[in-house]
Nanobody
Framework: QVQLVESGGGLVQAGGSLRLSCAASGRTFSSYAMGWFRQAPGKEREFAAAIRWSGGSTYYADSVKGRFTISRDKAKNTVYLQMNSLKPEDTAVYYC?????????????????WGQGTQVTVSS
């Protein structure tokens, strides 16, 4: 049973930084892709970033490119999302997701497992 547990959300002022963590368990993730998605109130869940577990290739939505960095620690089975230069429009619940297979997709329906989400609020 795959479990994904996010942590690290909170309240931060515009221009500040946060680092989200996603602790993954229940599988060997070498053939998985891991993603971060976010969902603001009244909006659909959207792709933010993803990483191939084995090779480490990274992918970003245009809205976060240059400000967010996704990484993984194989020894800890943890995926991180470092978020810098945060803006009020980054306010959302952030979800960690895992997809069987190493290809990265931006559609949330392509992902098999989801965490419970962590709230990020950026004040202006």
């Amino acid at each position: 049973q795959v479990q994904l547990v996010e942590s690290g959300g909170g309240l931060v002022q515009a221009g500040g930084s946060l680092r989200l963590s996603c602790a993954a368990s229940g599988r060997t993730f070498s053939s998985y892709a891991m993603g971060w998605f976010r969902q603001a109130p009244g909006k659909e869940r959207e792709f933010a970033a993803a990483i191939r577990w084995s090779g480490g290739s990274t992918y970003y939505a245009d809205s976060v490119k240059g400000r967010f960095t996704i990484s993984r620690d194989k020894a800890k089975n943890t995926v991180y999302l470092q978020m810098n230069s945060l803006k009020p429009e980054d306010t959302a619940v952030y979800y960690c997701a895992a997809r069987r297979g190493s290809y990265v997709y931006e559609g949330p329906t392509e992902y098999n497992y989801w965490g419970q989400g962590t709230q990020v609020t950026v004040s202006s």
